[in-house]
């Protein structure tokens, strides 16, 4: 009997966008999690935005895993989304097929860095729209043009919260990390 083949995915994008809850939603296992209490020493520093009523956050990262069958196991590493934590990125993306861009339409913005930083590395990614409460704001083909994508990069729509979207947003994001790597 083999090894299964271990994939490494990142996940990414800004703060509160639902990386923690992505990673959660689809593992196995109870995932790890660096989550920090929320304090008064962060206002000023950290951009919380609609998401004042965040509790914790994640101040390294997020780990979980999915077997699939026994050949082949996701790795999964959410990124934390504050700023002054994107120093941790090199190494969480370091061995990976590529990355799950998660965006929060109504804060567009915060995904940039993240976009940015999977260009430049050239890690294959994917943009997923998170549907908070199944409400989708703007169509995907309006998202990439606000991102201005590439059109070979996928845009696709997820719930973090649910794990068919999720396994969905996955499966996507293989299938273009497979082409890329095919030239």
Avoid at 4 to 33: E, M, N, Q, R
Avoid at 46 to 59: E, N, P
Avoid at 133 to 156: K, T
Wanted: hydrophobic letters at 45%; proline letters at 5%.
């Amino acid at each position: 009997m083999s090894s299964p083949i271990p994939v490494k995915i990142v996940v990414a994008g800004g703060f509160a966008v639902g990386k923690s809850t992505l990673v959660g939603s689809i593992s196995d296992i109870d995932p790890l999690t660096t989550e920090a209490a929320m304090t008064k020493v962060s206002e000023g520093v950290d951009d919380v935005g609609v998401a004042t009523s965040k509790q914790s956050t994640t101040v390294a990262m997020d780990f979980g895993r999915v077997a699939l069958g026994q050949d082949l196991i996701l790795y999964l590493f959410g990124t934390p989304g504050q700023d002054r934590f994107h120093f941790m990125w090199d190494e969480l993306v370091r061995g990976a097929i590529g990355a799950v861009v998660l965006v929060d339409t109504g804060r567009l913005e915060h995904c940039f860095p993240a976009v940015d930083y999977m260009e430049r590395a050239k890690v294959p990614f994917v943009v997923a729209i998170n549907a908070f409460d199944g409400i989708l704001r703007h169509h995907p083909d309006d998202v990439r043009d606000a991102l201005d994508l590439s059109p070979h990069i996928p845009v696709v729509v997820t719930d973090a919260r649910h794990k068919a979207a999720v396994r969905d947003t996955l499966v996507s994001l293989v299938r273009h990390a497979m082409t890329v790597a095919a030239g």
